[in-house]
Each structure stands twice: as structure tokens, then as C-alpha cells.
């Protein structure tokens, strides 16, 4: 593992050299954008219990809560606007033949910020499934009017499109995650503690396929020490700085995509 020293030229030549690139995201990547990470100091688990709020039991056992604790990311996440690490990442697809982008967030952040097709292993909390037909469908409303909210169609209750403890991801979304996992030739790991699989095992993945992997992050994680190169800071800071370096190496490539990486708007207030 290169030490933390910053973005080193043997790095710059690595990710540059990389056909095909994939970025993995955690929470760690919103951060500056003002979403609460998860396990962080100010992280979510720390105010509320996991058990309690983000698994089906919960849901099943006090829907209205666990609807309240949604409604309230929401507002956060809705009031939230992408930050450089999300913006340097869209830039990067743009100029990238064979890109992947796969998330464990759910705010929705990266598609605002121009991605144009984030892999999202943990859903999406911007949409929501019918409890008795499985369908699922925006909700971009906020604050939510009706809470818990119920299927237009059916009335039945409708649940976060969102994958819970316990739960399986969804199952193209994995097989898409893995499989670039699988074929890439870099992999950038932004702003997750690694901690929870199978998300965590895609660079360990990504590496023993023979992939160069390099995490970002504000502090070292277990899996530090099994991959190339640990970049020690902010997302927001690292991440348009490496950006701008490879492209400048690049002779500043314009876009392949001209104006893929445009702005989506943000869900109504
Ligand atoms: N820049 C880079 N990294 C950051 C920043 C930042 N500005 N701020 C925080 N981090 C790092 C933290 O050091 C930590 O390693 O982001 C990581 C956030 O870790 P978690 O809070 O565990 O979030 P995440 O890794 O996304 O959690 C994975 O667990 O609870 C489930 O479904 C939830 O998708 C989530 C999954």
C-alpha cells in the first residue's frame, strides 16, 4: 500500500492507464454535502438503533416511525446539493469510455450531480414499493403529506425502495456491481468505512482480479491495508484535484459525452 502522501505520480499513471474504471461510494462521499454518514461521529447509528429503524421488522412492527425517520432524511437529503466529490466523479465518467459508478447512498446525490447512471445497491430514497404488488414508483413529495404513505392503486401500505438489514440487494444491481468489480482495471473506493458487505467485498474483488485500488477517505479502514493506496482527506477536496491532475494529463480530453455530466434538478419542496 503507497503511503497516504497524496496523489503520487506511480498513482496518476496507474488510474490513467485504466481502460475500464469503477468508483464505489459510501455515505463518507455526501458527507460535505451535509447528509449524515452512518457510523461517523455524528453518524445516524449514532442517534438512532439500526434494528430499530432499517430493517423489515421494524417497518412491520411501526411503519409510522419508520416513515418518520424517512421523511426525515428526506428533507435533509432534499435540502442537501451536490458537493466537488460528486461533481469531480460525473467529470470523471465524462471523460472515461468505460466507467461504472456504483453507490451504497441512497440520496439520490450523484445523479444530480450529472452521473449518468449510478449502480444503486441500496436503492433509492427518492422511491417507494407497493407492500402487495411489489411495484415501485417515485415519491418525490416532501414533506410527505400521508405518513406512512399508501399505494394510489391498492392502499396498501408503500415501504422505502430502499434495502434494509437483512435484506437482499437487488439483484441486477449486484450482478452489474459485481461484474465491473470483476473486469475493471482501477477502482476508486470513496468515503466508505467498508464495514458492510457485500458492498464491502466488491474492491477486495476488484483487486484479487487484478485491479488497482485506491480508497479515499478521512481515515483508514479495514481494508487499507489490502489494496494500493489509501488518499487520507476529504472527498471533496481529494477528488477534484485527482480529477483535474488525470484529465490535465490527458491534455484536458474534452468530454466524450458533450454535457453528459448536466445537473438534474432536486425533488420538489
Ligand atoms: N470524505 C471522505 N470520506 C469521508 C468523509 C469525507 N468528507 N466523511 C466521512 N468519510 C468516511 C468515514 O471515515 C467513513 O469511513 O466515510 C465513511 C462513512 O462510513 P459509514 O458511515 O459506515 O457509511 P457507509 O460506508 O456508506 O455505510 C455502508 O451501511 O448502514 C448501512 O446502508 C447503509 O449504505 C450504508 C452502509
Known amino acids: ?10 498513482l496518476l499513471e496507474r488510474l490513467s492507464r485504466a481502460r475500464r474504471l469503477v468508483v464505489l461510494t459510501g455515505s463518507g462521499v455526501s458527507h460535505e454535502s451535509g447528509v449524515p454518514t452512518f457510523r461517523g461521529r455524528d453518524g445516524l447509528w449514532k442517534k438512532y438503533r439500526a434494528e430499530e429503524l432499517a430493517t423489515r421488522q421494524a417497518f412491520e412492527f411501526d411503519p409510522e416511525l419508520v416513515w418518520r425517520w424517512y421523511d426525515y432524511r428526506r428533507q435533509l437529503i432534499a435540502e442537501a446539493a451536490p458537493n466537488p466529490a460528486h461533481e469531480a466523479i460525473a467529470r470523471l465518467e465524462s471523460h472515461r469510455e468505460h466507467f461504472d459508478l456504483v453507490t451504497q447512498n441512497v440520496d439520490g446525490l450523484h445523479s444530480r450531480a450529472g452521473s449518468r447512471s449510478p449502480i444503486e445497491l441500496h436503492g433509492n430514497i427518492w422511491r417507494a414499493r ?15 403529506r400521508d405518513i406512512p404513505p399508501r399505494c394510489h392503486k391498492c392502499g396498501a401500505l408503500l415501504r422505502p425502495d430502499v434495502v434494509w438489514f437483512g435484506e437482499p440487494l437487488p439483484p441486477s444491481a449486484y450482478e452489474r456491481a459485481d461484474t465491473a468489480a470483476r473486469t475493471c482495471d482501477a477502482m476508486l473506493v470513496v468515503g466508505t468505512s467498508a464495514m458492510v458487505r457485500p458492498a464491502a467485498s466488491l474492491p477486495l474483488i476488484a483487486k484479487h482480479n487484478g485491479a488497482y485500488v485506491v480508497e479515499i477517505n478521512v481515515s483508514l479502514t479495514p481494508i487499507s491495508v489490502l489494496i494500493d493506496a489509501s488518499l487520507v ?14 484529465l490535465d494529463r490527458e491534455g484536458g480530453r474534452k468530454p466524450l459525452i458533450p454535457g453528459s455530466s448536466e445537473k438534474t434538478e432536486s425533488p420538489s419542496r
Open 233 to 246: 482527506g476529504r472527498a471533496g477536496e481529494i477528488l477534484p484535484e485527482l480529477v483535474d491532475r488525470l
Open 130 to 144: 407497493c407492500t402487495r404488488e411489489g411495484l415501485t414508483k417515485e415519491l418525490k413529495e416532501n414533506p410527505l
Open 1 to 10: 500500500m503507497e503511503p497516504a502522501a497524496g496523489i503520487t505520480e506511480r
